[in-house]
């Protein structure tokens, strides 16, 4: 795992859930089952058979599964070899493991540049 310092976990979509609308949280969410919508957070995990399709603004984001949207992180966007991102990825740190699938654009910016905070996160991506 690229990350160290995780929040406690917050928020969980089991496997065989499906939820629409946004998520916000100051700790950890994990999405094991289907989100349709945005998801601000200090860091987000996608299981192996997550589905999120919407834009992400968080500190961190490990990607087990699949997102179609853009990513904005603070400080890092881990996809594993599990891991499919389709979308664009605004970030410090960048780092896919061999299998992983990345189809868009990355910018590598400087934090100030994409500093994470909660309200203006949810702002940019309305």
Do not use: P
């Not at 950890?28 to 989100?35: E, H, M, N, Y």
């Not at 957070?41 to 058979?49: H, R």
């Not at 740190?93 to 203006?120: A, P, V």
């Amino acid at each position: 795992m690229l990350f160290s310092k995780q929040q406690k976990l917050e928020v969980v979509i089991g496997a065989d859930s499906s939820v629409w609308g946004e998520i916000s949280s100051k700790g950890t969410v994990r999405i094991d089952g289907a989100l349709e919508g945005s998801v601000t957070a200090d860091c987000l995990i996608i299981g192996t058979k997550g589905v999120v399709t919407g834009d992400v603004a968080v500190r961190q984001i490990i990607v087990g599964g699949r997102i179609i949207g853009n990513i904005r992180a603070t400080e890092g966007v881990d996809i594993q070899h599990t891991g499919n991102v389709c979308g664009d990825i605004f970030s410090v740190r960048f780092c896919i493991t061999e299998g992983g699938i990345f189809d868009g654009r990355s910018s590598m910016l400087r934090t100030k540049e994409i500093s994470y905070k909660e309200n203006e996160a949810i702002a940019e991506m309305a």
